[in-house]
């Protein structure tokens, strides 16, 4: 009985750092965490650092919109997006966590014969790789959704949909929570407030990286740090086609539970859930420009509250509770950057914009198979640094360029 | 209102009023993608349609300085005696 107070810790603080590791991951979010737990448990690799300049889970991890859905349009996206709910789906018992994790569905809307088109490229895509994705009409919207406003009196009246049914919601913070405990039980050390200031190399192969707290011999470092790759990536002389943007979101007051599903607009560039707690969390499009100042806009909240509005207007009185703002790595062609760079050791994830979190056990799993066979995995292949230089790229702008 | 952007025209406007073209670069893909001040391009997309380059601090958004590039990519390649029309850059 007396247990049920005692104070646990999710992982152990690890007191100064070692002089030297086998692996040291940069950026301690659900990336860098998940890659160290799967290290462990899969390679059985447990001489790893997840080193971060602030407290786990401080960086997108934390701030993102918690949707999870595989319903992207190239086939090398929807395969590894598809990889990646499956692992999630599993997650929790894999943890022994509650990841609160709801496969509630997933709509987004089309408000145009091009929209129309746009959903249906996606799901036939979708049902190749047997991802269970359709397009319906607004008959069957209003049975799913019967609270959405689907009348002609809009801006944009909706005329179709792509159901996901997979898709969901998740509570983030448990995500990154339980893969820190994951991974501390599997003997990676977790060290918070310990920034990198340089990755040491010779004859082009990384030989360590210094920090705020002394320096540390490794032979690989894996970067997955979101906003902040350029900056890390520079360290070691790697550059990438990045440019870091925020990202925005906001909830309402808790009301009443009314939405059960994921509502996506690109054209209205919104995404809406009702969280467990019944606040509607509505998150929308990054600011055009780059910028590292992760300051909320006046602009964002207003066009965001206006589009919600013509699909709920029945929220008109709620209140907003709280905003905020992360910092996101996006790349040329909105897929990410995965895997080995031109310097030998260094490894990255980013070029995430506003989608890594969706993909974090997948990219924990390649990732670690990676460090472990020294092979890149088939399913990251098309998502090589390499693929900028020799132009093959892998767009997924129709799948991705509204975040959610 | 995220800032101000100081048109070379107008002066000071909202930042919504323009349009971001992206830092000026020589590198198709890869940006330098800086944490300090970072020379971009931009257009005045609802007031007088101004193509122009501003120097900017992107960890505090504090805009330096701007100016109009003197001679515009059109007039260059003239003078060069090519006669295609270039493309614009996407807004």
């Given at each position: 009985?007396?247990?049920?107070?005692?104070?646990?810790?999710?992982?152990?603080?690890?007191?100064?750092?070692?002089?030297?590791?086998?692996?040291?991951?940069?950026?301690?979010?659900?990336?860098?965490l998940?890659?160290?737990?799967?290290?462990?448990?899969?390679?059985?690799?447990?001489?790893?650092a997840?080193?971060?300049?602030?407290?786990?889970?401080?960086?997108?991890?934390?701030?993102n919109?918690?949707?999870?859905?595989?319903?992207?349009?190239?086939?090398?996206?929807?395969?590894?997006?598809?990889?990646?709910?499956?692992?999630?789906?599993?997650?929790?018992?894999?943890?022994?966590?509650?990841?609160?994790?709801s496969?509630?569905?997933?709509?987004?809307?089309?408000?145009?014969?091009?929209?129309?088109?746009?959903?249906?490229?996606?799901?036939?895509?979708?049902?190749?790789?047997?991802?269970?994705s359709?397009?319906?009409?607004?008959?069957e919207?209003?049975?799913?959704?019967?609270?959405?406003?689907?009348?002609?009196?809009?801006?944009?009246?909706?005329?179709?949909?792509?159901?996901?049914?997979?898709?969901?919601i998740?509570?983030?913070?448990?995500?990154?929570?339980?893969?820190?405990?994951?991974?501390?039980?599997?003997?990676?050390?977790?060290?918070?407030?310990?920034?990198?200031?340089?990755?040491?190399?010779?004859?082009?192969?990384?030989?360590?990286?210094?920090?705020?707290?002394?320096?540390?011999?490794?032979?690989?470092?894996?970067?997955?740090?979101?906003?902040?790759?350029?900056?890390?990536?520079?360290?070691?002389?790697?550059?990438?086609?990045?440019?870091?943007?925020?990202?925005?979101?906001?909830?309402?007051?808790?009301?009443?539970?009314?939405?059960?599903?994921?509502?996506?607009?690109?054209?209205?560039?919104?995404?809406?859930?009702?969280?467990?707690?019944?606040?509607?969390l509505?998150?929308?499009?990054?600011?055009?420009?780059?910028?590292?100042?992760?300051?909320?806009?006046?602009?964002?909240?207003?066009?965001?509250?206006?589009?919600?509005?013509?699909?709920?207007?029945?929220?008109?009185?709620?209140?907003?509770?709280?905003?905020?703002?992360?910092?996101?790595?996006?790349?040329?062609?909105?897929?990410?950057?995965?895997?080995?760079?031109?310097?030998?050791?260094?490894?990255?994830?980013?070029?995430?914009?506003?989608?890594?979190?969706?993909?974090?056990?997948?990219?924990?799993?390649?990732?670690?198979?990676?460090?472990?066979?020294?092979?890149?995995?088939?399913?990251?292949?098309?998502?090589?640094?390499?693929?900028?230089?020799k132009?093959?790229?892998?767009?997924?702008?129709?799948?991705?360029?509204?975040?959610? | 209102?995220?800032?101000?952007?100081?048109?070379?025209?107008?002066?000071?406007?909202?930042?919504?009023?323009?349009?971001?073209?992206?830092?000026?670069?020589?590198?198709?893909?890869?940006?330098?993608?800086v944490?300090?001040?970072?020379?971009?391009?931009?257009?005045?997309?609802?007031?007088c349609?101004?193509?122009?380059?501003?120097?900017?601090?992107?960890?505090?958004?504090?805009?330096?300085?701007?100016?109009?590039?003197?001679?515009?990519?059109?007039?260059?390649?003239?003078?060069?005696?090519?006669t295609?029309?270039?493309?614009?850059?996407?807004?």
């Open positions: 009985m007396k247990d049920i107070f005692r104070v646990r810790r999710m992982w152990r603080p690890r007191g100064e750092l070692k002089r030297r590791y086998d692996v040291v991951i940069v950026g301690a979010g659900s990336h860098g998940s890659t160290a737990y799967y290290l462990a448990k899969n390679h059985g690799i447990t001489d790893v997840v080193l971060d300049k602030s407290y786990i889970g401080s960086g997108a991890a934390g701030r919109t918690t949707i999870i859905r595989a319903n992207y349009r190239t086939p090398q996206g929807a395969e590894f997006y598809s990889a990646s709910v499956k692992l999630y789906e599993g997650l929790a018992a894999d943890l022994d966590f509650n990841l609160l994790f496969q509630q569905g997933h709509l987004t809307l089309a408000h145009s014969d091009r929209g129309i088109i746009t959903a249906n490229e996606r799901a036939e895509v979708n049902r190749l790789l047997g991802i269970d359709r397009v319906i009409y607004p008959d919207i209003a049975k799913l959704c019967p609270e959405m406003n689907l009348s002609e009196e809009v801006t944009w009246p909706v005329m179709a949909a792509l159901y996901h049914p997979p898709g969901g998740i509570r983030h913070d448990a995500v990154v929570w339980g893969y820190a405990r994951g991974a501390d039980r599997g003997g990676v050390e977790i060290h918070p407030y310990t920034e990198v200031t340089g990755i040491e190399r010779s004859n082009g192969r990384v030989r360590g990286v210094q920090t705020t707290r002394g320096d540390i011999e490794c032979d690989t470092v894996i970067s997955c740090t979101a906003g902040w790759s350029t900056l890390v990536a520079d360290l070691a002389d790697v550059p990438l086609p990045i440019t870091t943007h925020i990202l925005q979101a906001f909830v309402t007051e808790p009301v009443k539970p009314f939405l059960d599903v994921i509502i996506v607009s690109s054209q209205m560039h919104i995404y809406v859930s009702q969280t467990d707690r019944g606040e509607f509505i998150g929308a499009e990054i600011e055009p420009y780059t910028t590292y100042k992760g300051i909320g806009t006046f602009p964002f909240l207003e066009y965001s509250a206006k589009h919600t509005l013509e699909l709920f207007p029945q929220l008109e009185r709620a209140k907003i509770l709280r905003s905020w703002t992360g910092l996101c790595d996006l790349s040329p062609d909105y897929s990410p950057i995965l895997g080995v760079t031109e310097v030998d050791g260094f490894l990255v994830s980013c070029g995430w914009g506003t989608y890594g979190f969706k993909a974090a056990p997948i990219v924990g799993t390649t990732l670690a198979e990676l460090v472990a066979t020294k092979q890149t995995p088939p399913l990251i292949a098309p998502f090589a640094l390499e693929r900028f230089y132009d093959e790229l892998v767009s997924e702008l129709a799948a991705a360029a509204v975040s959610h | 209102m995220s800032f101000l952007l100081p048109c070379p025209n107008c002066g000071p406007r909202d930042v919504n009023e323009f349009s971001y073209a992206g830092e000026v670069t020589k590198r198709p893909n890869f940006r330098e993608n944490a300090g001040i970072q020379r971009e391009w931009w257009y005045h997309r609802l007031g349609e101004v193509w122009f380059q501003a120097e900017r601090d992107t960890r505090t958004n504090e805009v330096i300085r701007v100016e109009i590039p003197s001679a515009s990519p059109r007039e260059g390649i003239a003078a060069h005696g090519v295609e029309t270039p493309d614009m850059p996407a807004v």
